[in-house]
């Protein structure tokens, strides 16, 4: 984890998972890096939000799988799911609901699959594009932690490989890409201010 700027109450928040995919943003902001996957995404926000003070908002940028043939460019998801959890079996057993799919205010029809795991083979992205339409291992918790915080999240993925065979090699060689992409979207889409 690793904080660039200072967090001010009534000013936006960037998240991001990597260095890699924040290399181009241009921004006087504050920058989360989280480091990957659920678990130091969670933590980290957490951590600033438990801190002080509060963002206004929080816009997370990053990179993505397409689960889909030909699903390409920069995407604001709508609703964000976890594809590594079994909240059916665990409703079984207790009674309770948990990771149910979460739904984002100002974000479009697209919707993510996130997990721990790097999606790099056929198959699963076979059994996940039944589902979603890109997969990422942060997105589902910055989700859940903005949501328990009541800040609003805007979450902005760019397609970095196919999540197929390959897809560790592809996202090694495209993140530079991927990150001047989704630098050129922070710079033409302003984050909302309170």
Known sequence: ME???EIV???PLYVVAVKEEAQFLDTDLPVLLTGMGKVNAATALATVLGRGPRPSGIVNLGTA???RPGFIGTHVIG???QHDFDGALLATLTGETYGEPLTLPDGGDVVLATGDAFIADEASRARLAEQAA???MEGYALATVAQLAGVPL???KHVSDEAGDGAA???RESVAA???ELADWAAANPPYRS
């Open 79 to 81: 609703t964000v799911l």
């Open 65 to 67: 799988g397409a689960l």
């Open 9 to 11: 109450a009534g000013r």
């Open 134 to 136: 890109l997969v990422d």
């Open 178 to 180: 991927c990150a001047r």
């Open 154 to 156: 805007q979450m902005v």
């Open 3 to 5: 904080l660039l700027g």
């Open 169 to 171: 090699r592809t996202w």
